[in-house]
């Protein structure tokens, strides 16, 4: 073997420690095996060669041969700047660099043929390449040989002379060490069934590549690969718990249950609610550990079917907890489960943060000898001196809002390993879900409940804002309340808060009559909460904040969400924030506010949000038009989907391909045993073995 994911690139000919290090920090780089995973973002033509005389100022990148005439430094101080006047016989055009002038005067020869590769702009009535790439011409089948790779650099990179070619170097580096030769990384019969191209020559044409058509059979190789594997990966875990996690049974539907369900059910369950309460019953009957995703948009009614099944543990004489984000979320839910529970006999306790000391030291005996049977909190509830007496259901709402080993501590509450159910309000295309949750059961509640009013939602540009003004007016007059959400985008802060202050300000003037409140990430947690508990409370009519009010606030009587420059938000987050309306049974409404001048990109996102309130076709659209980068963030934190080269917006074909292959193997081989196998194994050990296997926890 190889062992590429153990040799250091810090010791191969050309990086050395600096290097090493600038790699490990700014491209997460540190095997020759991660190396050989760092695959380009695009590719470039370059077997075409342009004369001078053909250049125009709309080309994108062109390829020329020929000679510098000679070298002339312009400017002084700032602006000072190295001309090369390039010629091959049938023009002239400058060469510009503005940095590194001392390296290109010391490398760079005139009188000697080069080959000059960039992008030609104009400039006052002259054409000009600035930092061309420049090679001699004796390198010509190495530099100009069809398609070329272009990946990924960081400004500290190419400040240490990292840029694209170094890593395209540094590759074939690799690749001439290693004799060009790789282990293949699937069994013979798979390679025979799936007939795609092998390992190594995927490896060589992704880097090298030989054809568009080899190039394209390199890609193809190497997404199936890396998502074959992590269904392998997912399918075995599942199959692991489903089987052979013991958990802890719940044969009786008892007194809890159905005292509730006769009597106390403030609403007829929806079809979809009962369809997902039914497979919870069958889990948690079955003496094999739950752990199932519920997946509903805002509204849908998880809070209930939460309910329902920690009803379930406290008939088998267990207690049962939920664990939300927040503060603010956790004492919803604690109002909500009292309130659906206040004419039956059932201990109940909130444990947050703010929980007074002398609240403490009632509460935590109590959960300890098990005479509170369930406790609804923030992360407070898997500190050390939480101690539970026989936890059989752990409920976490928002899960991604917790890092995986946060979750992972309530295991530990139990003498044996409490049944999980994980509900979220972020709508998972069924690429992500399968791919993030592959591992889980998958609970989907599409229906709300009746009585809910769709809500209304208009595109309005900001050069508008009177009319905006005299609507939100008339809402408050029929004793409504309003949401108005700034964008806070990374990198933008101190220009987002001004906006944000600003817009405080104006609602404050245009709507001097009544009571307008601010929250924001940057104020201190107790000024955060008092604000919001003025607007939950009904005192505040309008709340201004940024995004933190995306997950979890419910004010029935909020009836409109207004979205600020809402072209720079994604379409789930739009999503997210609309839901935070329509919550009580008036009319309510998300107005999405932008400028004049918008994208198609952009105008399509918001026309998609006027045109469906479906979660799920708005978080498949997003996935389409942004790719799963933006999305996984705010669906798992800890342990990440790391994709390298496939995309789970265009490669939904690909996955679904891979993962009938996975259940296919291992529905003839479980625990990937025999013979044929051993390649299977030993890959996912390469890959998962650094892991901490958190798919079991959730």
């Not at 100022?57 to 090369?84: C, P």
């Not at 969400?561 to 309306?581: D, N, P, T, W, Y």
């Amino acid at each position: 073997m190889l062992d590429l994911e153990n040799r250091s690139i810090m010791y191969l000919p050309g990086v050395g420690p600096q290097k090493a290090d600038i790699l490990k920090k700014d491209a997460h780089i540190v095997s020759f095996g991660d190396m050989l995973y760092y695959f380009p973002y695009k590719y470039v033509d370059r077997s075409r060669f342009y004369k001078v005389c053909e250049v125009d100022g709309n080309m994108a990148f062109i390829q020329m041969k020929g000679k510098i005439l000679y070298f002339d430094v312009v400017g002084e101080g700032r602006k000072k700047r190295l001309v090369g006047k390039f010629s091959d016989g049938t023009g002239v055009i400058d060469l510009v660099w503005f940095k590194g002038l001392s390296y290109v005067l010391d490398k760079i020869y005139p009188g000697k043929e080069y080959i000059v590769f960039g992008k030609p702009t104009e400039f006052g009535g002259t054409y000009n390449i600035a930092h061309p790439d420049i090679d001699p011409v004796e390198l010509a089948d190495k530099v100009a040989n069809g398609l070329i790779p272009y990946y990924n650099t960081s400004e500290r990179m190419k400040k240490a002379f990292l840029n694209s070619r170094a890593i395209q170097n540094i590759q074939y580096t690799i690749l001439n060490t290693i004799q060009w030769k790789l282990p293949e990384t699937l069994p013979d019969y798979l390679l025979q069934q799936i007939k795609m191209m092998s390992f190594p020559e995927a490896i060589k044409n992704i880097h090298f590549p030989e054809s568009l058509e080899k190039l394209n059979q390199a890609q193809l190789r190497l997404k199936f690969d890396e998502l074959f594997y992590i269904q392998l990966h997912l399918i075995q875990v599942g199959n692991y718990r489903r089987f052979k996690l013991k958990g802890i049974p719940f044969p009786v539907v008892g007194d809890y249950f159905n005292t509730f369900y006769k009597e106390y059910l403030p609403f007829e369950l929806t079809s979809a609610q009962k369809r997902v309460v039914r497979e919870i019953r069958s889990d948690l009957g079955s003496g094999r550990q739950m752990n199932r995703l519920i997946q509903g948009d805002v509204g849908s009614g998880k809070t209930l079917v939460a309910l329902l099944s920690m009803l379930l543990a406290l008939d088998n004489h267990c207690q049962a907890c939920m664990m939300a984000p927040t503060e603010i979320l956790a004492t919803q839910h604690y109002a909500t489960i009292s309130k659906f529970l206040k004419e039956m006999n059932v201990q109940i306790a909130l444990l947050t943060g703010s929980t007074k000391r002398k609240d403490r030291e009632k509460i935590l005996p109590a959960i300890a000898n098990g005479h509170i049977q369930i406790v609804i909190g923030t992360h407070a509830l898997i500190e050390d001196t939480v101690s539970f007496s026989s936890l059989g259901l752990a409920v976490i709402d928002e899960q991604h809002r917790f890092g995986v080993e946060q979750r992972s501590r309530l295991w530990t509450k139990g003498h044996i390993v409490p049944h999980v159910m994980i509900m979220t309000a972020t709508p998972i295309p069924r690429t992500l879900a399968m791919t993030l949750y592959g591992d889980l059961d998958v609970s989907v509640i599409d229906e709300l409940p009746p009585g809910r009013k769709p809500i209304q939602t208009v595109h309005r540009y900001d050069n508008r804002s009177a009319e905006l003004y005299d609507f939100l007016k008339k809402e408050i007059q029929k004793g409504h309340q309003i949401y108005v959400v700034y964008p806070l985008i990374e990198g933008n802060e101190r220009l987002d808060y001004k906006n944000l202050e600003d817009g405080f300000k104006i609602f404050k003037e245009v709507f001097s009559e009544y009571t307008v409140c601010m929250v924001h990430g940057k104020m201190k947690p107790a000024d955060k909460e008092a604000e919001m508990r003025k607007f939950v409370s009904g005192k505040a009519q309008i709340l201004v904040s940024t995004t933190v009010i995306e997950v979890g606030v419910d004010v029935p009587n909020a009836s409109v969400m207004v979205i600020q420059s809402a072209e720079r938000f994604g379409l789930s987050q739009l999503h997210q924030l609309r839901g935070r309306v329509g919550r009580g049974a008036e009319q309510s409404y998300c107005i999405l506010v932008s400028s004049y001048k918008l994208s198609n990109e952009t105008r399509k996102r918001l026309e998609i949000m006027v045109g469906t309130n479906n979660g799920f076709e708005i978080a498949e659209a997003d996935l389409r038009m942004r790719g799963h980068g933006d999305l996984e963030g705010t669906l798992q934190s800890g342990d990440g989907l790391d994709l390298k080269i496939a995309d789970l917006g265009s490669d939904g074909q690909i996955l679904q391909y891979a993962r009938d292959m996975a259940e296919i193997i291992l529905n003839k081989d479980p625990d990937l045993l025999s013979e044929t196998n051993g390649i299977l194994n030993e890959r996912l050990k390469i890959l998962f073995s650094k892991k901490t296997n958190w798919g079991l926890i959730s």
